[in-house]
């Protein structure tokens, strides 16, 4: 395969797991590597952002992005995923109403605490909470706490409700619509989640796959944004030519620059990976391979 890097926004469908969507555009772009920047469940669609080559290196710039999104929520029923493909736990009245619901989200509006689903990939004891859930175990997991930045109230349709939610890394939105129809009383679980926004990035930029597969073979990959847009919101440097060639080999060069993380270019605006700056001195993170090197941001 040719090498390939950059960035791909896909609009995935509910149905398919990630992993699925992922591989399939690995395969329309003739890719020898492709990850991506946080996966969504089966159940949800939405903004899926997809890392080809060597922007793989840079994929945990987005992990720590805020994320956005459409919940659709079902009150008087709770499941044993917190979502629609669960089985049904109990069923009860949804007598909610409008007033009570809008009183209900501002107490979630902010920082809060959020206890994991058993449903979810972190581990436990070196497993992933799932395995012991499909095993109809359930262990302790410890509160975390996340910040919902947004929570807006979209429309109510008496057992239904919709809701956009602007939220920090690691919110779980099934717990969010559990915990939501706890402290309404009648239980709910999560019937549709549509995420619209990773970072900078947003579903109306991004692509369906069946319009990727639509393209001839040729123009595909120019549906692919340069892996630096991954650290748009990054601060640039730019190295003089004689720290370039150190800085590429892995070594820390003198930086006149404030302390953190910076996206780091060549003297020609050639992009050349990531570093921390830390007291004068800039320190390689993540690097690119030098035959990829050659876009501007």
């Not at 149905?15 to 159940?43: C, E, F, I, W, Y």
């Not at 930029?205 to 692919?224: F, N, S, Y």
């Given at each position: 395969m040719n090498a390939v890097s950059g960035v791909l926004l896909l609009d995935k469908p509910s149905?398919?797991?990630?992993?699925?969507?992922?591989?399939?555009?690995?395969?329309?772009?003739?890719?020898?590597?492709a990850g991506h920047t946080g996966t969504l469940d089966p159940l949800a669609s939405g903004l899926l952002v997809i890392t080809v080559g060597e922007a793989t290196k840079f994929s945990g710039v987005l992990l720590e992005a805020d994320k956005a999104y459409r919940a659709r929520l079902?009150?008087?029923?709770?499941?044993?995923?917190?979502?629609?493909?669960?089985?049904?736990?109990?069923?009860s009245e949804a007598a909610v109403s409008e007033?009570?619901?809008?009183?209900?989200?501002?107490?979630?509006?902010g920082e809060i605490e959020q206890v994991p689903p058993m449903y979810a990939a972190i581990k436990h004891e070196g497993r992933p909470l799932y395995?012991?859930?499909?095993?109809g175990e359930e262990v302790d997991r410890a509160p975390r706490r996340v910040v919902i930045r947004r929570l807006d109230l979209e429309s109510f349709e008496g057992e239904t409700a919709s809701l956009y939610?602007?939220?920090?890394?690691?919110?779980?939105?099934?717990?969010l619509a559990e915990d939501i129809g706890a402290m309404l009383g009648c239980g709910a679980h999560l019937a549709a989640l549509e995420r619209l926004a990773v970072g900078s990035f947003t579903l109306k930029q991004a692509l369906k796959l069946e319009d990727l597969e639509g393209l001839a073979p040729e123009h595909r990959r120019d549906r692919l944004l340069p892996l630096q847009a991954l650290l748009q919101s990054w601060p640039r440097l730019r190295l003089p030519v004689e720290l370039t060639a150190k800085f590429r080999q892995g070594q820390a060069v003198p930086a006149d620059a404030v302390d953190g993380n910076v996206a780091v270019f060549g003297e020609d605006e050639v992009f050349l990976g990531i570093g921390e700056v830390s007291s004068g001195t800039l320190r390689p993170?993540?690097?690119l391979a030098s035959s990829q090197a050659g876009n501007s941001l």
């Amino acid at each position: 395969m040719n090498a390939v890097s950059g960035v791909l926004l896909l609009d995935k469908p509910s149905g398919p797991s990630s992993n699925t969507v992922l591989q399939r555009a690995k395969r329309l772009l003739g890719a020898a590597r492709a990850g991506h920047t946080g996966t969504l469940d089966p159940l949800a669609s939405g903004l899926l952002v997809i890392t080809v080559g060597e922007a793989t290196k840079f994929s945990g710039v987005l992990l720590e992005a805020d994320k956005a999104y459409r919940a659709r929520l079902k009150f008087g029923e709770r499941t044993s995923t917190g979502d629609a493909e669960g089985i049904v736990l109990s069923r009860s009245e949804a007598a909610v109403s409008e007033s009570a619901l809008r009183a209900a989200l501002e107490r979630f509006r902010g920082e809060i605490e959020q206890v994991p689903p058993m449903y979810a990939a972190i581990k436990h004891e070196g497993r992933p909470l799932y395995a012991y859930a499909r095993r109809g175990e359930e262990v302790d997991r410890a509160p975390r706490r996340v910040v919902i930045r947004r929570l807006d109230l979209e429309s109510f349709e008496g057992e239904t409700a919709s809701l956009y939610v602007e939220c920090s890394k690691g919110t779980y939105i099934r717990t969010l619509a559990e915990d939501i129809g706890a402290m309404l009383g009648c239980g709910a679980h999560l019937a549709a989640l549509e995420r619209l926004a990773v970072g900078s990035f947003t579903l109306k930029q991004a692509l369906k796959l069946e319009d990727l597969e639509g393209l001839a073979p040729e123009h595909r990959r120019d549906r692919l944004l340069p892996l630096q847009a991954l650290l748009q919101s990054w601060p640039r440097l730019r190295l003089p030519v004689e720290l370039t060639a150190k800085f590429r080999q892995g070594q820390a060069v003198p930086a006149d620059a404030v302390d953190g993380n910076v996206a780091v270019f060549g003297e020609d605006e050639v992009f050349l990976g990531i570093g921390e700056v830390s007291s004068g001195t800039l320190r390689p993170r993540r690097l690119l391979a030098s035959s990829q090197a050659g876009n501007s941001l």
